[in-house]
């Protein structure tokens, strides 16, 4: 499956933005599809997580509360919607699927990504 993440840009602190992840290729719904995101120089950071069917959503502790993932199985796409944003949520944020074992946090266990979108947060 190919992915392809988009929506990223410059807002400021305590604005929203809304990142989009389109698949194509083999059956989206049949993928648990994670969001990550990465500042220079550190390890890709799990985001959340949502289920193939879309009953069930995982996040980081950093991001409870101010970020929602969703998906629509029609249109091979999921999406976070990020809240209250800060300058601690600058990064490059990644779509990855994965088919088996929903729920993983770790960036290894995802079989396939997008190139990345830029979100910077300015104070």
């Known amino acids: 499956v190919q992915l392809q993440a988009s929506g990223g840009g410059l807002v400021q602190a305590g604005e929203s933005l809304r990142l989009s992840c389109v698949a194509r290729?083999?059956?989206?719904?049949?993928?648990?599809m994670g969001w990550f995101r990465q500042v220079p120089g550190k390890e890709r950071e799990f985001v959340g997580v949502?289920?193939?069917?879309?009953?069930?959503?995982v996040y980081a502790d950093s991001v409870k509360g101010r970020f929602a993932i969703s998906r629509d199985n029609t249109k091979n796409k999921s999406y976070l919607q990020m809240n209250n944003l800060t300058p601690e949520d600058t990064a490059v944020y990644f779509c990855?699927?994965?088919?088996?074992?929903?729920?993983?946090?770790?960036?290894?266990?995802?079989?396939?990504w997008g190139q990345g979108t830029q979100v910077t947060v300015s104070s």
């Open positions: 949502i289920e193939a069917s879309g009953d069930s959503v």
């Open positions: 990855a699927a994965r088919r088996t074992g929903w729920g993983t946090n770790r960036a290894v266990e995802y079989e396939y």
């Open positions: 290729g083999r059956t989206f719904s049949s993928y648990h």
